[in-house]
């Protein structure tokens, strides 16, 4: 009667990821979304234009929206609030 209501240890569902796994997960999220990719780009290898991506862009779109004679200069990110980050001043001795 009780084999129909209780399963067995090896039979139950295994959680897929442990807590410190998803704790993980949703900081790297939280993280991305704060984060802006800029890719730097020129034409004429004397002006330089700034496209800014909410994540890092494929080829293709790079190449959708910039053309194909454009080169890419730098790449980086950014978080979005982009304030300064303060230091605190150390005394020379």
């Given amino acids: 009667?009780?084999?129909n209501r209780v399963s067995?240890?090896?039979t139950r569902?295994?959680?897929t990821?442990?807590?410190l796994e998803r704790a993980r997960n949703g900081r790297r999220t939280a993280l991305a979304d704060r984060m802006v990719t800029i890719i730097q780009t020129s034409t004429d290898g004397t002006t330089f234009?700034?496209?800014r991506f909410p994540a890092m862009p494929r080829v293709v779109d790079l190449?959708?929206?910039l053309g194909?004679?454009?080169l890419v200069v730098a790449v980086r990110t950014e978080r979005l609030d982009s304030s300064p980050?303060?230091?605190?001043?150390i005394a020379a001795e």
Avoid: F, I, N, Y
Wanted: hydrophobic share 35%; glycine share 4%; charged share 35%.
């Fill in 1 to 3: 009667m009780t084999e």
């Fill in 8 to 10: 067995l240890l090896s």
């Fill in 13 to 15: 569902k295994q959680p």
């Fill in 17 to 19: 990821e442990s807590l």
């Fill in 49 to 51: 234009a700034e496209h």
């Fill in 63 to 65: 190449l959708a929206r």
């Fill in 68 to 70: 194909g004679d454009a």
């Fill in 85 to 89: 980050v303060e230091r605190p001043d």
